[in-house]
């Protein structure tokens, strides 16, 4: 491959009239490589049952190759036709509350119905037939954005008991695990296991949703196996997740693992939302769409590096299935990108291990729920303002310098999907301005410690508890809830082996099955850490921190007492006064670091700042000196070990980079190599 496949969704049999050739100019007009067709339109390929046919997909993939186009083939099992819903109704999902999913969206069946997979089966293996050895094809998505539901039909809830008894090896193993004598829910026969609507148990809050994640990863790989029963070897087989901390059933490591490459499909507010130094609060336009809970230019980063973290022990550069080209907020909340913000976009996913971008979609729907998604091509389907800034960009992304790049990092802060499922059972955190508990609790801490690295000048790789992390030097560890001996075990001898391990409050406090350790917190990691606990408190409004600059801490407070550890910053308040905020304590050649409290953005970054120089490491991108508030600097290694930067200006105004002297535009970017 040379440069960056790029290219869109395309749905033909979408359009209101006849265009297949004028569409496919424009695209290669506008530098397009690659397409992505087919996974939504299975009513189209069989409007009634056994009578298959994609003559008309074909006719899309064979004009896409003969100009050059490459072309991903999807699976369209994600949104089933009315006459299998009608005539086999056990197919629709059914909830833990009990409801049955009706008709009439998408993504409502339960792809663990033999009924479903028999038909699934077919139409996959009809499909792989007719494109499976196609030149222009070069390979498969299977389904679409899997794990929005959690399946709960009776079969399934009887999957999961024989599941945790498989798990867990014994009916007394569970209660003992779980705990289950509380409230006389101790089990004698495994039938007696609850479904989930009626559940309470953090222990088996937790296993239910591994439970759902692995179901998944095994019907993907069901649908992977039918297809390379007739795919050319040169093709591959993956599936596009949903970017950042994904959907609530989406096993984020499993799937890609069980793919043959990740692809995610990545979404984020733009306009004003990406503005530095912060978004503005007089901004014109609304900030996000209402179904994305996060705000800021880092959005797009995290999403970015998370993306490249979820397949392999070190991460792999990944494929961006679906991007936003125009508005994304629907109807209510029109937030087209401002010129130059697609640039900007591309530039950071590139520079964080992105070697595909394709946008969805490539024309604005005319019906349906999606009607006021933007594509590259507006509702009149004529070249305007984005599908001339798409053009530019495609005319960019097909050098050679951009094939392959490893982009760089000087921090690594370590993701665990398990303490984030925990913690959306069991917040710690309230609501902003309520009284309500956060289900976003661990996504509000681990974006603090993200965000940190960032105003440290810092460029991050996430890592994850089965991945690789002994060469980084500085590790951020947000709110590991749920962690068994090994790992605490890995983590202080990590730091014993010379690095600096940052720990957050909750870190360690349950073990694997959700159970809280009966020892002085924080547990195995104590005598590490230099520091223990025995309380903690709710902050419904930020205390003062003293030490370590002028900051606030934020939500809650861990009433810790050292044992040793040096006291970097401490609570001004007359209950929290006589108990430390924040603890340093060497750890052989190591140091350990433990934020008791959440503080404020600019405290933390400090606090990153400091054990970045601790640990002597100078970020990559301080090679440019300060840089102007708007702007932010990522890089990548190409594998000769020359960087190229990608240089952004998050603002309206223009601004120059004093070193080298470039001269940024508004929401400009630019590659300087280097």
Same mark, same amino acid.
């Given at each position: ?195 989930? =609507? ?195 960009? /495609? ?102 082996? /010379? ?88 750890? /052989? ?26 640990? /002597? ?30 240089? =952004? ?26």
């Amino acid at each position: 491959m040379t440069g960056v496949l790029f290219g869109a969704s395309y749905y033909h049999e979408y359009l209101p009239a006849p265009r297949l050739e004028r569409d496919l100019d424009l695209m290669v007009a506008a530098g397009f490589t690659v397409l992505r067709v087919g996974e939504s339109t299975w009513a189209s390929y069989e409007p009634e049952e056994g009578k298959i046919s994609f003559d008309a997909l074909a006719a899309v993939v064979d004009a896409a190759a003969a100009r050059g186009l490459r072309v991903i083939v999807g699976t369209p099992s994600y949104a089933v036709p009315p006459w299998l819903a009608r005539r086999y109704p056990e197919v629709m999902a059914q909830l833990p509350s009990g409801q049955v999913l009706p008709y009439g969206a998408r993504q409502n069946v339960d792809f663990t119905n033999p009924v479903y997979r028999r038909h699934v089966e077919r139409v996959v293996r009809a499909m792989a037939e007719r494109f499976g050895q196609h030149e222009g094809v070069i390979g498969f998505q299977v389904d679409n954005e899997i794990g929005v539901h959690e399946l709960a039909a009776p079969a399934v809830v009887d999957r999961f008991r024989r599941h945790v008894l498989d798990e867990f090896g014994s009916v007394d193993a569970i209660n003992e695990r779980w705990g289950l004598t509380y409230w006389s829910h101790r089990l004698t026969d495994i039938e007696d296991l609850w479904a989930p =609507a009626g559940n309470t148990n953090p222990g088996y809050a937790l296993e239910w949703a591994r439970f759902q994640a692995g179901l998944t990863v095994e019907f993907l790989a069901w649908q992977r196996d039918l297809l390379r029963e007739h795919l050319a070897p040169r093709m591959f087989v993956t599936h596009d997740v949903v970017g950042g901390d994904s959907l609530g059933s989406t096993a984020v490591r499993g799937i890609p693992a069980a793919m043959d490459r990740t692809a995610v499909n990545l979404y984020f507010p733009l306009q004003d939302a990406i503005a530095l130094p912060d978004a503005q609060p007089e901004a014109t336009t609304p900030l996000a769409p209402w179904w994305l809970t996060d705000r800021g230019a880092s959005t797009m980063l995290w999403r970015g590096d998370m993306a490249y973290s979820l397949r392999g022990p070190r991460g792999e550069r990944f494929a961006v299935t679906e991007a936003q080209a125009g508005s994304i907020g629907e109807h209510a909340t029109n937030v087209p990108p401002y010129p130059g913000q697609l640039r900007l976009v591309a530039h950071a996913l590139v520079a964080r291990g992105a070697d595909l971008l394709a946008y969805w979609h490539w024309h604005t729907l005319h019906y349906g729920a999606e009607t006021y998604w933007g594509g590259v091509l507006g509702h009149d389907l004529e070249p305007g303002r984005v599908y001339r800034e798409v053009a530019a960009l /495609g005319a960019e992304l097909g050098g050679p310098e951009l094939d392959p790049l490893v982009p760089d990092a000087d921090v690594a802060v370590l993701s665990s999907r398990d303490s984030l499922k925990a913690l959306q059972f069991q917040p710690p955190l309230l609501e902003p301005g309520t009284d309500r508990a956060d289900p976003h609790s661990y996504h509000r801490i681990f974006m603090r410690c993200y965000d940190a690295a960032l105003a440290a000048g810092a460029q991050v790789r996430i890592v994850h508890e089965d991945g690789e992390w002994d060469e980084c030097r500085v590790l951020v560890v947000p709110a590991l809830y749920i962690a068994d001996d090994a790992l605490l075990e890995r983590l202080v001898a990590h730091a014993r082996n /010379g690095a600096h391990v940052v720990l957050t409050f909750r870190s360690g406090y349950a073990d694997q099955w959700a159970r809280v350790r009966a020892v002085r917190a924080p547990g195995p990691l104590r005598a590490a850490v230099g520091a223990g606990y025995a309380e903690y408190t709710t902050l419904a409004q930020p205390v003062a921190l003293t030490g370590f600059g002028s900051g606030s801490a934020e939500g809650w407070a861990d009433l810790l007492e050292p044992e040793g550890a040096e006291v970097l910053a401490g609570y001004d308040h007359p209950f929290l006064r006589p108990y430390a905020a924040v603890t340093t304590n060497v750890v /052989g050649a190591g140091r350990m670091t433990w934020l008791g409290t959440l503080p404020d953005v600019a405290t933390t970054g400090r606090l990153v700042a400091w054990a970045l120089r601790e640990r /002597g490491v100078q970020p990559v991108s301080s090679a440019w000196g300060e840089l102007p508030p708007s702007v932010r600097v990522s890089s990548a290694r190409r594998p000769d070990g020359t960087r190229l930067w990608f240089v =952004a200006n998050h603002s309206w105004d223009p601004v120059t980079v004093s070193a080298p002297g470039i001269e940024l535009g508004p929401w400009e970017s630019r590659v300087v190599d280097g």
